[in-house]
Nanobody, 122 residues
Framework: QVQLVESGGGSVQAGGSLRLSCAAS????????MGWYRQAPGKQRELVAV???????NYVDFVKGRFTISRDSAKNSVYLQMNSLKPEDTSAYYC????????????????WGQGTQVTVSS
């Protein structure tokens, strides 16, 4: 079994900052990419940022220069530092990890956290 546990969401005023954390635990052989998505009510889930096992990082355009993703592979953890938050950043944020669980097969599977709410008021 694999579990992703997120923390760090909350409510802030526009211009404020929050830091999200996500830790993966359980039967894990290795983790490929880790990242963050978000989903607002009535909208599709969208990518925010992703970091590969090799450290390559990609951000969606609307967070570039404001959000920073980082990863601690030793702790199977990924973080999202969010600065200069805007009301349009209000959403549930979901952590994901592409995880290999078997030492026999090379299959990687996406796992998701339960989501943490970020609310930005104007």
């Amino acid at each position: 079994q694999v579990q992703l546990v997120e923390s760090g969401g909350g409510s802030v005023q526009a211009g404020g900052s929050l830091r999200l954390s996500c830790a993966a635990s359980g039967s894990i052989v290795s983790i490929n990419s880790m990242g963050w998505y978000r989903q607002a009510p009535g909208k599709q889930r969208e990518l925010v940022a992703v970091v590969s096992s090799g450290g390559q990082i990609n951000y969606v355009d609307f967070v570039k220069g404001r959000f920073t993703i980082s990863r601690d592979s030793a702790k199977n953890s990924v973080y999202l530092q969010m600065n200069s938050l805007k009301p349009e950043d209000t959403s549930a944020y979901y952590c994901y990890a592409n995880i290999r669980r078997s030492v026999i097969t090379r299959t990687y599977t996406d796992y998701w956290g339960q989501g943490t709410q970020v609310t930005v008021s104007s």
